[in-house]
């Protein structure tokens, strides 16, 4: 069974720092892009980061953009967000996404186009003093 | 960044009513669009990819439809597991970006 387990959530302090994990099974994780979507109390979706299969590109949202960090670790099966300068706005549930893409060709190079299939259940960030 | 906005922001149907849900780009995104579910208190779902590609498992009174800067998802027969909210979201850039949903409400 394809599963994405998050972790790591908490309390802290404004300007605080956390590590979220995300535990993937079930599928060959280095061959998937993954992303971290999160949502505030009461509100809609927001993507806060992509990292390809290979790790080797990361995109972030500009809300997020300096301050948090995505990597994996494909030994591990493990997708990571380490959130940095914490802010009361960055409050929400955090969920991991796997990413499922398609290739596009032409003479222009390729651009790979990834939609999210599986979530996780999310875990929730609390930022307050 | 591309914005999206979704049309009703709240929709109340009842059992067996045909829903449809829009979703405008600010920009041409193709086909690159993405709809999701999500109960109360539950993660999001897939529900169609590639604006009208049905993911596996998904009942087939759920459709897409649209290119280019509009979209629908439409519910030819409500039933009661589709009160939830709806979400589109397109992946044409990388900065991937929702629309503010839309909750559909028991009338």
């Known amino acids: 069974e394809v599963q994405l387990v998050e972790s790591g959530g908490g309390s802290v302090q404004p300007g605080g720092s956390l590590i979220l994990s995300c535990a993937a099974s079930g599928f060959t994780f280095n061959s998937y892009a993954m992303s971290w979507v999160r949502q505030a109390p009461g509100s809609g979706l927001e993507w806060v980061s992509h990292?390809?299969?290979?790790?080797?590109?990361?995109y972030y949202a500009d809300s997020v953009k300096g301050r948090f960090i995505i990597s994996r670790d494909t030994s591990k099966n493990t997708l990571y967000l380490q959130t940095n300068s914490l802010r009361a706005e960055d409050t929400a549930v955090y969920y991991c996404?796997?990413?499922?893409?398609?290739?596009?060709?032409?003479?222009?190079?390729?651009?790979?186009?990834?939609?999210?299939?599986?979530w996780g259940k999310g875990t929730t960030v609390t930022v307050s003093s | 960044d591309i914005q999206m906005t979704q049309s009703p922001s709240t929709l109340s149907a009842s059992v067996g009513d045909r829903v449809t849900i829009t979703c405008r780009a600010s920009?041409?995104?193709?086909?690159?669009l993405a709809w999701y579910q999500q109960r109360p208190g539950k993660a999001p779902t897939l529900l169609i990819h590639?604006?009208?590609i049905l993911e596996s498992g998904v009942p087939a009174r759920f459709s897409g439809s649209g290119s280019g800067t509009e979209f629908t998802l439409t519910i030819s027969s409500l039933q009661p597991d589709d009160f939830a909210t709806y979400y589109c979201?397109?992946?044409?850039?990388?900065?991937?970006?929702f629309g503010q949903g839309t909750k559909v409400e028991v009338k």
């Open positions: 979201q397109q992946y044409s850039s990388y900065l991937w970006t």
């Open positions: 590639k604006s009208s």
């Open positions: 920009q041409s995104i193709s086909s690159w």
């Open positions: 990292i390809r299969g290979s790790g080797g590109d990361t």
């Open positions: 996404a796997r990413g499922s893409g398609e290739t596009l060709s032409g003479y222009w190079g390729s651009t790979t186009y990834y939609h999210m299939d599986v």
